[in-house]
């Protein structure tokens, strides 16, 4: 079955304490994203990847890294989180050409730093 | 910058209304535009798209027209279901075709 995996799907964690959320596409996708989501904002794009080790900065890249070693994998890693990292975070991933095509999400990973 | 405005929700609708849901946008050059929907405790998925000023999007009885003369792109269907109940979220390109801006999100409630 074609999808994208996140992991974890929930996270509670203390400010401070470095944290991977893994995210995983077996459709063999060149582009990949990450977005959170927050209540009346909508999503909003943290990193996105063109292809293996391509990367470069969305709308809210602060407080986040990102790495693409491989087409299937995208890390979201957030070094030292902070409580206004508290949200649900998505990845999603589509065929050549980015954003301009059907983008296939996740099923979402709900964070939350004390 | 890009950005999307939706209006606000939540639209409460009774089974078999008609619904609208509005979204205006500013952009710079020729964006493609999509609409997103997100059921209860899923992610995001692609209900239709137009990538050109006078374009129809449609699926599943939605339907959206790319308007640049009002930068607009509605979302319309004649005759809700129970099973239509969402949010639904309005989204643009950039010009590189490499970053997807959202709005906000609506929320739709659709009562039997």
């Known amino acids: 079955e074609a999808q994208v995996t996140q992991n974890p799907r929930y996270l509670i964690t203390v400010t401070g304490k470095k944290l991977t959320v893994t995210c995983s596409q077996n459709?063999?996708?060149?582009?990949m994203s990450w977005y959170r989501q927050d209540p009346g904002l909508g999503l909003r794009q943290i990193y996105y990847?063109?292809?293996?080790?391509?990367?470069d900065k969305g709308d809210v890249p602060e407080g986040y890294k990102v790495s693409r070693k491989e087409k299937r994998n995208f890390p979201l890693i957030l070094e030292s989180p902070s409580p206004n990292q508290t949200s649900l975070y998505f990845c999603?991933?589509?065929?050549?050409?980015?954003?301009?095509?059907?983008?296939?999400f996740g099923p979402g990973t709900r964070l939350t730093v004390l | 910058g890009n950005s999307v405005t939706q209006m606000e929700g939540p639209v409460t609708l009774s089974e078999e209304a008609f619904l609208t849901i509005n979204c205006t946008y500013t952009?710079?050059?020729?964006?493609?535009l999509f609409w997103y929907v997100q059921y209860p405790g899923e992610g995001l998925q692609l209900l239709l798209k137009?990538?050109?000023?006078?374009d129809k999007g449609s699926n599943k009885g939605f339907e959206a027209t790319y308007r640049k003369e009002t930068t607009s792109f509605h979302l319309e269907k004649g005759s809700v279901q129970v099973s239509d109940s969402a949010v639904y979220f309005c989204?643009?390109?950039?010009?590189?075709?490499?970053?997807?801006?959202f709005g906000g999100g609506t929320r739709l409630m659709v009562k039997p």
């Open positions: 459709m063999n996708h060149e582009y």
């Open positions: 999603a991933s589509s065929r050549t050409g980015g954003a301009s095509y059907e983008q296939f």
């Open positions: 990847s063109m292809n293996v080790e391509v990367t």
């Open positions: 137009a990538t050109k000023a006078d």
């Open positions: 989204a643009l390109t950039n010009n590189a075709g490499n970053m997807l801006t």
């Open positions: 952009a710079t050059g020729y964006p493609s």
